[in-house]
């Protein structure tokens, strides 16, 4: 027999035809979420650098290289050689045994976005003496690797509350709703059970995570990870479920737990880091001047499947008109 492509892995997950558009929107907000939490991975650090320095001298500096090396590893380090290159995903995407196929942002520009997420990286390692070419750049990640490590293995219990303090900052939520933890034991919750090979490897080798759990009458964010800067990307991204939980909130019970059994799976970050980094920063790019993040994400969620498709689709294809979109109500600093 032939070797089965990478796209024929995922056809088990093909999404129900009576909910795709749902499916689709659940995937776009994903996209925005997990985008949104790589932006902050390779950022975070700087609104706390004089606190972080006190701590450790230069630990703001080793970060600002570790990440950019880090995150360039779901293209050119050991993610793109055990689960396979970025461009053979994303050119499958037509096949209809693809996960996203059906999905009309990621069918027209995932692939280019990923390209895009790449080569911002690329120049920012450039800037920062990052290694960018495959094979010695997976040996300098894992030096980086091993000088965080050491960096904070002694200040754990002070790190944690500045990576609160910063996403607290960034995304205007009071700190008491965050619970964010340096931990070798980072899983918690409901997890859900991988249904591939690839998901069993993603599972056992995870070392952040971050969702929202509901803790007496209001719901909280909780993350946890091995070092700083993973810390401040699962809170944002549990900070972004907790403002897109309205996105569905029209379904059923059974059809919103069918929705996100289709769309929600972990084989999916890793795409959706790729695409969703430079989605993100291209939407930070149309939000008018005076909204507020948390409240313009959270009515961006609230958009139907195919206003969503279309801001998004606008987002990447006419800035000016995604923009003027986001302008009025209910994204105007009056409505909100």
Not at 154 to 172: H, Q, S, Y
Request: aromatic letters at 8%.
């Amino acid at each position: 027999m032939g070797r089965r492509s990478s796209s024929t892995r995922w056809a088990e997950f093909s999404e129900p035809a009576e909910l795709l558009p749902y499916v689709n929107k659940r995937l776009t907000l994903n996209l925005l979420i997990q985008g949104a939490a790589a932006h902050t991975f390779i950022t975070a650090h700087h609104l706390v650098r004089d606190e972080l320095d006190a701590l450790q001298p230069g630990l703001t500096d080793l970060y600002d290289r570790a990440v950019v090396s880090m995150h360039l590893n779901y293209w050119i380090g050991d993610v793109g050689l055990t689960f396979g290159p970025p461009w053979r995903f994303w050119g499958a995407i037509h096949r209809e045994t693809h996960p996203f196929h059906r999905h009309a942002l990621l069918a027209a520009h995932g692939g280019m976005l990923s390209r895009e997420s790449k080569a911002y990286l690329v120049a920012r390692a450039r800037n920062k003496r990052v290694i960018s070419t495959p094979g010695p750049h997976y040996g300098q990640s894992i030096l980086f690797f091993m000088s965080l490590m050491r960096a904070e293995n002694d200040i754990k219990a002070e790190l944690a509350p500045l990576a609160i303090r910063a996403a607290a900052t960034m995304w205007g939520i009071d700190e008491d709703r965050l619970d964010g933890s340096l931990t070798r034991d980072a899983a918690f919750g409901r997890i859900r059970q991988p249904r591939t090979n690839r998901g069993v490897m993603l599972r056992a080798g995870a070392i952040g995570w971050g969702g929202v759990q509901r803790r007496h009458d209001q719901f909280v964010v909780v993350a946890k990870s091995w070092f700083w800067p993973l810390l401040s990307h699962e809170l944002t991204k549990g900070i972004c479920e907790l403002v897109c939980l309205h996105g569905l909130c029209e379904l059923s019970k059974k059809d919103y737990a069918a929705v996100v059994g289709y769309a929600d799976h972990i084989e999916y970050e890793i795409p959706m880091l790729q695409a969703g980094a430079e989605l993100w920063r291209r939407f930070l790019a149309v939000i008018p001047p005076g909204q507020r993040l948390p409240h313009t994400l959270m009515h961006v969620a609230r958009l139907e499947p195919d206003a969503l498709e279309w801001l998004m689709m606008n987002v990447i294809e006419a800035p000016d008109e995604a923009r003027c979109s986001l302008e009025g109500p209910p994204f105007r600093p009056d409505s909100l």
